[in-house]
C-alpha cells in the first residue's frame, strides 16, 4: 500500500478509510494514530516508535511509515513556514487533498493555543481565572484577544466568549459571573477552555479555587494528545477519615470518550481498591476518594498510593485535600 | 555506596523545597510507576539535602523501587541520622536503574509534602529538573498571574536556586491595569532558598493592587534562571494551602 501521488491517485474508497485502516498489524496501531502522532510533532522514525510502538516488532510498516513522515512531517510542525515549504513541493491542490483525505485541521496553521482547566461553584468552592499579558524589555507585550467556551459535565458547551488583555494588564474572571450571564444555576462544575491565536509569551492563566478560609491555586494544562509517559499517574496524598478527604477532579480534552482505571495500591504494591471511570467527550467528574471507589477500602491509611492509567488521551488530573474542620481546600494538578 | 559506574547512568536530578523544624515537616514521595510499566524495571534514587551551601548536609540512597514498590521518606529521619534537626534548603534527587542506563523521560517525578502541626500549612510541591528534561522552568523570566495583597489574602515568593553560584533577580508587581512597582535587587545564596512575603519586599503593595480587587501579576526577573514557586495565605482563615510554580516565557 501506497500514499497517493500525484493527480492521478484521487483518493479511492479504500484511501479515504486509510484512516480506520491498521497499519501496524502488530500492535494494530491504525493510520489515525500515526497521523495524529506526526501532528503532534513525531519528525523521524524514532518519535514515531517511542509515540505510538509502530515499526518496533516485525518492522513490516517500516517502509510505509516513513513514507508516510517523508510527506506530512514537513507540513504538520504547525507552522507558516512548514506549510508554504509543503506546498511548494506538492502543490496546492494537495492541501486539498490532505485536508479532505487526513482531516487536517487547518486551523493549527493560525497557531492557536488551547489551554483548558476544570473549574467548579458551589457554596463550598468558587473560581476565579487570572491570566497575565506582561512583556519583557526586548519582547513587549501586544495586546491578547482570545476565546472561550464553557464545557459542561457531559462536554455540552454551555457558554461561550472572547476578550482581550491590554499590555500588562490582567484578566480576572469568576465563574459564578460567567454562569449567571450564561444562566446557569450553581453548584455547577465543568471545563473551560481558552483558545489564544498568538505565540503564548506570558499569557498563561492560573486557577483560584477559593472560599471564606482558603485559596489554592495551580495553573491551567494544555491538551496535547501526546503519550508523555508510559506509566500512570500517581497521588500518594489519598485520605478519607472524620476529618480529611482526598478528591478528585478529571476532565477529558478530548473529543473521544476516556476509559481509564483507578488503582489504589499500598506502598509494597498490594491492591486495595479499583474502579473503572468513563468520561464523556470533553467532560469531566468530580467525587470524592470514598465516591470512586464506592467504599471499596473502608481504612484509607497513610500508605496508599492512587495509580491512575495514563493511556493517549489529553486529560486533567487536580486533586483536592477538604479538611472538614477547618472548611480548607488544598489543590494541585498531578 | 554502590552506584552506577558512569555519569550516562544517571537521571537528570531533581529539585524541590525542603523545610523542617519548628513545627513544619516534609515527606518525599517516589513513585516509579509514573514513567514505567514495566515490573522488571528497578530504580534507585540518592537523595540529598542542601542547606545554602555547595556541600550536602546529607546524602541517603533509597532501597530499590519498582513499578509495585513506592517510597515515602519523613524528612525529619533522615535529618536524625545525620544528628540534624532542622532545615530549610533544597531537595535533590538523583534516580539510576539498576543494571541499565537510563531511558526516556531522564528523570523520575516525585512529590514533596510539606504541612505544619499546627495545620496552618498543608502543600504539595513537585519536584522538577532544573535543566535538560521538563521545560517546566526554563527562562530567567517567570511569571505568576494573581499574585494578592490584601486585608484577606497575602503572596508569598519561593525561589530556589540549585546552582553553585549566587542568583540575584529583582520583584516586579503589575497592577491589574498595568502599573508597575518593583523591589530591591534581592539575592539567592548557592544552593539555597529565598521564602519573603511579597508585600514585604515591594513597596506599598496593597495600594497599588486595590483597584484590582487586590490582585495582579508578578514578573521575577533573574540574572540567570531560577525555580520560581508562590504560596498564598489566607490570613482572615490562617490557612496556606496554595504553592505552585511560575511559569515561563514562552517564547522568550
Known amino acids: 500500500m501506497g500514499l497517493s501521488r500525484g493527480p492521478e491517485l484521487t483518493p479511492t474508497a479504500s484511501e479515504t478509510s486509510f484512516r480506520d485502516e491498521v497499519i501496524c498489524v502488530c500492535y494494530r496501531i491504525t493510520g489515525a494514530e500515526i497521523l495524529g502522532a506526526i501532528n503532534e510533532g513525531a519528525k523521524s522514525l524514532e518519535d514515531l516508535q517511542h509515540k505510538t510502538r509502530v515499526a518496533t516488532r516485525c518492522m513490516g510498516c517500516e517502509v510505509f511509515v516513513e513514507e508516510l513522515l517523508a510527506e506530512f512531517a514537513p507540513m504538520a510542525d504547525g507552522s507558516r513556514q512548514g506549510l508554504r515549504r509543503w506546498i511548494r513541493r506538492h502543490g496546492t491542490w494537495r492541501v486539498v487533498e490532505a485536508v479532505r483525505k487526513f482531516r487536517w485541521d487547518l486551523r493549527k496553521w493560525w497557531d492557536p493555543t488551547r489551554l483548558a482547566t476544570w473549574v467548579s461553584e458551589e457554596p463550598r468552592m468558587h473560581t476565579r481565572l487570572v491570566m497575565a499579558n506582561l512583556g519583557l524589555p526586548d519582547q513587549p507585550a501586544r495586546d491578547a484577544y482570545f476565546s472561550y467556551e464553557l464545557r459542561d459535565e457531559e462536554g455540552t458547551r454551555v457558554h461561550k466568549g472572547r476578550t482581550r488583555i491590554r499590555p500588562n494588564q490582567l484578566w480576572i474572571a469568576e465563574i459564578a459571573a460567567m454562569l449567571r450571564e450564561a444562566g446557569i444555576r450553581t453548584p455547577w462544575a465543568g471545563l473551560f477552555f481558552l483558545e489564544l491565536p498568538q505565540v503564548l509569551g506570558s499569557r498563561r492563566f492560573y486557577v483560584h479555587w477559593y472560599n471564606d478560609v482558603s485559596l489554592t491555586s495551580t495553573h491551567e494544562k494544555y491538551p496535547v494528545s501526546r503519550r508523555k509517559h508510559e506509566g500512570y499517574w500517581t497521588l500518594s496524598k489519598v485520605v478519607a477519615d472524620d476529618r480529611f478527604e482526598t478528591h478528585i477532579a478529571l476532565a477529558n480534552m478530548d473529543h473521544r470518550p476516556y476509559v481509564t482505571h483507578m488503582v ?12 473503572r471511570v468513563t468520561l464523556p467527550p470533553l467532560g469531566s467528574v468530580f467525587k470524592g476518594v470514598r465516591d470512586f471507589f464506592c467504599k471499596q477500602e473502608p481504612n484509607f491509611r497513610d500508605d496508599l498510593v492512587l495509580y491512575l492509567d495514563n493511556p493517549i488521551q489529553p486529560i486533567m488530573f487536580y486533586y483536592f485535600v477538604l479538611d472538614r474542620e477547618r472548611g480548607a481546600w488544598q489543590g494541585q494538578h498531578l | 555506596m554502590a552506584g552506577p559506574t558512569s555519569l550516562i547512568d544517571y537521571y537528570i536530578p531533581l529539585y524541590s523545597w525542603v523545610r523542617e523544624g519548628q513545627g513544619v515537616h516534609t515527606r518525599i514521595n517516589l513513585t516509579p510507576s509514573l514513567f514505567s510499566r514495566d515490573a522488571k524495571k528497578r530504580f534507585r534514587a540518592v537523595i540529598r539535602l542542601y542547606a545554602g551551601g555547595r556541600t550536602a548536609v546529607l546524602t541517603h540512597e533509597t532501597e530499590e523501587l519498582g ?18 534537626h532542622e532545615i530549610d534548603g533544597l531537595l535533590e534527587i538523583t534516580t539510576y536503574r539498576l543494571g541499565v542506563p537510563p531511558d526516556k523521560p531522564r528523570f523520575l517525578e516525585s512529590w514533596c509534602d510539606i504541612w505544619s502541626e499546627d495545620g496552618r500549612l498543608s502543600v504539595s ?11 517546566v522552568l526554563h527562562s530567567k523570566s517567570q511569571v505568576m498571574p494573581g499574585v494578592a495583597s490584601r486585608a484577606d489574602l497575602a503572596t508569598w515568593v519561593l525561589q530556589l536556586n540549585p546552582t553553585g553560584r549566587p542568583i540575584s533577580f529583582t520583584l516586579t508587581v503589575f497592577s491589574a491595569q498595568g502599573d508597575r512597582r518593583q523591589s530591591p535587587r534581592l539575592r539567592v545564596a548557592p544552593m539555597g532558598v529565598y521564602l519573603e512575603r511579597l508585600d514585604r519586599v515591594v513597596p506599598d503593595l496593597e495600594a ?22 508562590t504560596l498564598m495565605e489566607h490570613l482572615k482563615g490562617n490557612q496556606m494551602t496554595c504553592l505552585d510554580h511560575t511559569a515561563f516565557f514562552y517564547n522568550a
Open chain 1, 264 to 275: 489504589l495500591m499500598t506502598l509494597d504494591g498490594q491492591v486495595r481498591g479499583s474502579t
Open chain 2, 125 to 135: 510541591i513537585p519536584t522538577l529538573p532544573y535543566m535538560g528534561g521538563k521545560q
Open chain 2, 67 to 84: 513499578l509495585n514498590r513506592a517510597l515515602r521518606l519523613e524528612v525529619a529521619e533522615l535529618l536524625a541520622k545525620a544528628g540534624r
Open chain 2, 208 to 229: 497599588h493592587l486595590r483597584p484590582g480587587g487586590g490582585f495582579g501579576s508578578l514578573l521575577v526577573e533573574g540574572d540567570y534562571k531560577l525555580m520560581g514557586y
